[in-house]
């Protein structure tokens, strides 16, 4: 079984979200932050792992279950913390970020023996997650991150370097209010969509 690594930051206001203000305030988009990293988190505690990792910027909180390593996220662009989260990995590693609270254990049970790599693009050009059946961090080093184009750049990456890559589906990740709403949709009855109602239900 594979590590499985979520990367996130602590869910403060200002800190986390921001596209959501407007027409959420800080406060507001903290919360929902917190309840996508509580969805992600339960979905990856379901699924079968050798080792759970948080790979976090910030201190943990409430919102963490029991069953995970927390390692705090090294310095640097988004790139190299990734490389980093892969780097501390001795054997086949799967990981998302905190953007995908539809995620589910379905979707990140994975298997390597007819590949080397699993690859999720996202909807707006990044992706959601990177499994690698050897991490090897140069793999992601100076891949431009937050373009349109790194979720291409890094899986051309992988093809380059002679993998055999498995691509997962793809998803769309909480970014703007319009995405909250979208994703909320596809998973209903989680913590996410539960919170979201009850913001969207204050506006004016």
Known sequence: MPTLLIIAKE????????????????????????????????????????????????????????????????????????????????GPALLIGMDTPQVTPELLTVDFSDCDAHFGPAEDGGFWALGLAHPDPALLRDVPMSTSMTGAVQRSRLITAGLRVRDLPRLRDVDTAADAHAVAALAPHGTFAARLARHTARRP
């Open 11 to 90: 869910p403060r206001p200002g800190r986390v979200k921001t596209r959501l203000t407007p027409p959420f305030t800080p406060g507001e988009a903290a919360e929902l932050a917190e309840a996508s990293l509580a969805d992600t988190l339960r979905a990856v505690a379901a699924t079968p792992a050798s080792r759970r990792v948080l790979v976090l910027d910030g201190s943990p909180g409430p919102w963490l279950p029991p069953g995970f390593d927390v390692v705090r996220q090294c310095a640097g662009g988004l790139d190299e913390r990734l490389a980093d989260a892969f780097a501390q990995c001795d």
